[in-house]
């Protein structure tokens, strides 16, 4: 079983504490360990019901934050929402990996870091959360997760934005771009990032994100309005 301590600090990143314990301990309990140790829970039920419990809850927020958007492009944006690569990084910002309990050879074989395994266990998280505590806290935990993929969703202005900067300034034979973190606020699970781009002349940029890489090409697209703007050759 997790310790106390490994215990609290998963929870302090969801924010959510457990009444009951047994439910995070087998929410990341993968079948490799469940074998070698005889045991016959593991998380795939959890796994099960989590997706379930998330599918229901990024719907609803779905239907309520874009009540513009056709229902084709809502089912589209709950795909992405919910995929297997976003939950990846949501569990690896979380920790979730560290915690897992897993057979020697899933452990050999980089377990901690496969980005299928890790969207497993942070459904059957999910899912324990529900047994635990019902939807309420299921809604307070997944949120700001739906809302920071949905801030990060591919968008080519923003995507382009530290590239093209890049380029202005090996032009005019300036230094490359620095980036800085000047504020973090927020709880670890819905964390927002102020960070500045610096470059050779002019005040910084300033870009805000739920992730550093969105406020990245929040400060970078500040610093290059404001260059092309003084120099319309470019």
Not at 2 to 19: D, I, N, Q, V, W
Not at 133 to 153: D, I
Not at 188 to 193: E, Y
Request: hydrophobic fraction near 40%.
């Amino acid at each position: 079983m997790l310790g106390r301590r490994e215990r609290t600090l998963l929870e302090r990143a969801l924010g959510y504490r457990f009444r009951d314990g047994g439910l995070l301990d087998m929410a990341l309990t993968h079948r490799s360990f469940a074998n070698e140790q005889g045991m016959d829970r593991h998380n795939e039920r959890l796994e099960f019901l989590g997706d379930a419990v998330l599918g229901a809850v990024a719907g609803e927020w779905l239907y309520r934050e874009l009540p513009e958007l056709p229902e084709g492009d809502l089912s589209k944006l709950k795909a992405y929402l919910v995929s297997a690569p976003a939950l990846a990084g949501f569990a690896t910002e979380l920790g979730v990996g560290r915690e897992l309990r897993l057979g020697v050879g899933e452990e050999r074989s980089g377990g901690r870091a496969k980005p299928s395994l890790l969207a497993d266990a942070l459904e059957a998280v999910f899912g324990a959360i529900y047994l635990d505590g019902g939807l309420a806290p299921v809604r307070k935990v997944v949120t700001p997760l739906l809302e920071q993929v949905l801030e990060e969703r591919p968008r080519v202005h923003e995507e382009d934005t530290k590239t093209r900067l890049q380029e202005v300034v090996q032009a005019w034979g300036w230094p490359l771009p620095e980036y800085r973190v000047v504020a973090e606020e927020g709880p670890d699970h819905a964390k927002r990032f102020t960070i500045e781009c610096v470059v050779q002349e002019g005040p910084p940029g300033k870009g805000e994100g739920r992730s550093k890489k969105v406020a990245e090409q929040r400060a970078a697209a500040e610093v290059l309005d404001r260059l092309l703007d003084s120099d319309d050759s470019v």
